[in-house]
C-alpha cells in the first residue's frame, strides 16, 4: 500500500498560483496512476486532474483545463499540481490518490489533504 502526504496548500488572493506536492512511500510509486481530488464545504468531491504511471498520460476536470498543470517525478516520488489563475471557486481541500489508470483513481487511497484558499 502507498501513503500519500499533501503539502503546499495555503492562503491566495485571486488571480495567483501555487504548486501543490504529494509524497509517496511504500510500495512501488512508479507502478501508480495518480491524481488530484478537491472538496470544498458543503459540495460534492471533484476530480481535478490525473496523470498516468509513465507522465504520458494527462486527465483534467473541465473547471481546471488551462490553468493547472499536473506532473510527477518518480525519482523523488512524487506528484505534482501546479495551479495557475486560481479563483475563488478553487478553494477546497485538495487530496492525491493512487490509481490503476487515470480514469480509475482509488480515492480512499487519499492522504490527509491540504487546504488551499482563494481570497476574491
Known amino acids: 500500500q502507498v501513503q500519500l502526504v499533501e503539502s503546499g496548500g495555503g492562503l491566495v488572493q485571486t488571480g495567483g498560483s501555487l504548486r501543490l506536492s504529494c509524497a509517496a512511500s511504500?510500495?512501488?510509486?512508479?507502478?501508480?496512476?495518480m491524481g488530484w481530488f478537491r472538496q470544498a464545504p458543503g459540495k460534492e468531491r471533484e476530480f481535478v486532474a490525473s496523470?498516468?504511471?509513465?507522465?504520458?498520460?494527462?486527465v483534467y476536470g473541465d473547471s481546471v483545463k488551462g490553468r493547472f498543470t499536473i506532473s510527477r517525478d518518480s525519482a523523488k516520488n512524487t506528484v505534482y499540481l501546479q495551479m495557475n489563475s486560481l479563483k475563488p471557486e478553487d478553494t477546497a481541500i485538495y487530496y492525491c490518490?493512487?490509481?490503476?489508470?487515470?480514469?480509475?483513481?482509488?480515492?480512499?487511497?487519499r492522504g490527509q489533504g491540504t487546504q488551499v484558499t482563494v481570497s476574491s
Open positions: 490518490a493512487t490509481g490503476i489508470t487515470t480514469t480509475q483513481l482509488n480515492f480512499n487511497s
Open positions: 511504500g510500495r512501488t510509486f512508479s507502478n501508480y496512476a
Open positions: 496523470i498516468s504511471w509513465s507522465g504520458g498520460a494527462t
